[in-house]
């Protein structure tokens, strides 16, 4: 087969049997095949339970031994019921945390009611930070009611989208990264070893006030 244009006479493609021409059909399927898959691979990397799940496994690899992550509960103290998307127990501190599994390009401002999403999606989310705060607020009572004040409570934001690497802007807010610079954001941020405190225990104490969202005690 001889290609005009471009490809001027280059004899790209001789299809002069039927094993030939099977041979260009399955060529075909399969690059169709290799982008659906990466396709596929994308949208669900993007899904909401998905993309915690990546965040999670990062997180607890980078908090040093005996580093854990909890998700989906709601904390039950004296100070009341504390619904939690994600709390990442590092050896040095705690981390509120909100995953952002969808969009590129992220912009807002600590004080804004509300986050847009660009890019691979157009959207908006609510700002996380009030939400984040909360849990802080809840978390520092409790643990120093139970002889930890000096463990200190960050809140962080990780934006999880596999499309392409998020690119953001939060006036007001750094704690802010990407799934993909986790790693690098560790390294620029490593663990405090004069902050290092016990982990199983602050960990049990959390897990008797812990129950799933939605369940009554």
């Not at 690899?61 to 904390?75: A, I, P, Q």
Request: net charge positive.
């Amino acid at each position: 087969m001889i290609v005009n244009g471009w490809f001027d006479g280059i004899n790209v493609w001789k299809i002069n049997t039927w094993s030939g021409l099977i041979s260009y059909v399955l060529l075909i399927l399969a690059g169709a095949l290799i982008f659906f898959l990466i396709i596929h691979r994308i949208n669900r990397n993007r899904r909401p339970d998905v993309a915690m799940q990546r965040v999670s496994k990062r997180l607890k690899r980078l908090g040093g031994k005996g580093s854990r992550v909890y998700t989906d509960f709601t904390l039950r103290t004296f100070a009341g019921d504390t619904p939690f998307e994600m709390l990442w127990v590092a050896r040095d501190r705690l981390y509120t945390v909100k995953v952002i599994p969808q969009g590129t390009r992220i912009s807002g401002s600590a004080t804004g009611s509300t986050w847009r999403l660009e890019g691979s999606v157009k959207d908006t989310v609510k700002n996380p930070l009030p939400a984040l705060e909360n849990q802080r607020r809840a978390l520092l009572p409790y643990l120093s009611a139970k002889g930890f004040e000096d463990i200190q409570v960050e809140p962080l934001v990780v934006c999880a989208d596999t499309y392409e690497t998020p690119r953001f802007k939060i006036d007001g807010f750094s704690s802010i990264v990407t799934y993909k610079y986790l790693k690098a954001w560790r390294r620029k941020y490593p663990l405090a070893r004069r902050l290092f405190f016990d982990v199983d225990k602050v960990c049990a104490l959390l897990e008797d006030a812990m129950l799933p969202n939605g369940s009554m005690k």
